[in-house]
């Protein structure tokens, strides 16, 4: 639920005048996998905390190089503390799924609620998993509701699809199979597969 692609990272960091993130836009670009990760970690340690995220995950789906999630969150933990908020969402899925670390669920709400106050759409959609599954917290629909319209308004899909599911299902909600729909076919819309898979469900069914 948690992933971001690398290469849209790439581009998005272009801004940055770091000539080793530069020089590792530009070997990961040519598949040079290991000289991009060096480089990566040299602008990371050269306070280019998006080098830091880089290399997390790199190292975290094992692309391009030989997975090692510890090594994952100890990179994931530098970009957070520097202030990279999609850092800190993905340091708290790694502590939620217990990869790279020891399962904790409560340091996985503070990250995942540190990541959306920072701006990090998929920090709230996680969290408001969290707070629909009552995992880690005590089981709250209305907070789930707000995290996913948070979520869903700021561009999240899979808030917009769970956000749907909630008014599917009327849960914290006055059901609504409409606006369900309606939420389906934003989440289709904006390239979230399952939700086109639910808005047919609910097409069949006459709704």
Avoid at 97 to 125: E, H, S
Wanted: hydrophobic share 35%; aromatic share 8%; glycine share 16%.
């Amino acid at each position: 639920m948690i992933q971001k692609l690398l290469i849209t990272l790439i581009v998005l960091g272009a801004n940055l005048y770091s000539d080793d993130f530069d020089d590792a836009k530009r070997a990961y670009a040519s598949g040079d996998n290991i000289k991009s990760v060096n480089l990566f970690i040299k602008a990371c340690d050269g306070g280019e905390m998006v080098g830091c995220f880089n290399a997390g995950l790199m190292y975290e789906k094992g692309n391009r190089v030989r997975q090692d999630q510890v090594k994952a969150v100890k990179l994931y933990t530098k970009a957070c503390d520097g202030g990279d908020m999609v850092g800190c969402t993905n340091l708290g899925a790694m502590y939620g799924k217990g990869n790279g670390v020891r399962q904790d669920i409560a340091k996985a709400v503070n990250l995942y609620a540190k990541g959306c106050d920072g701006g990090d759409m998929n920090g709230c959609a996680n969290l408001g998993v969290l707070f629909n599954d009552g995992n880690g917290v005590r089981q709250d629909y209305s907070i789930a509701k707000e995290l996913y319209i948070q979520a869903c308004n700021g561009g999240n899909m899979k808030g917009c699809l769970n956000l749907g599911v909630l008014y599917n299902n009327g849960d914290g909600v006055r059901q609504d199979k409409s606006i369900a729909k309606e939420l389906y076919a934003k989440a289709c819309n904006g390239g979230y597969g399952e939700g086109c898979d639910y808005y047919i469900i609910l097409h069949e069914q006459g709704h």
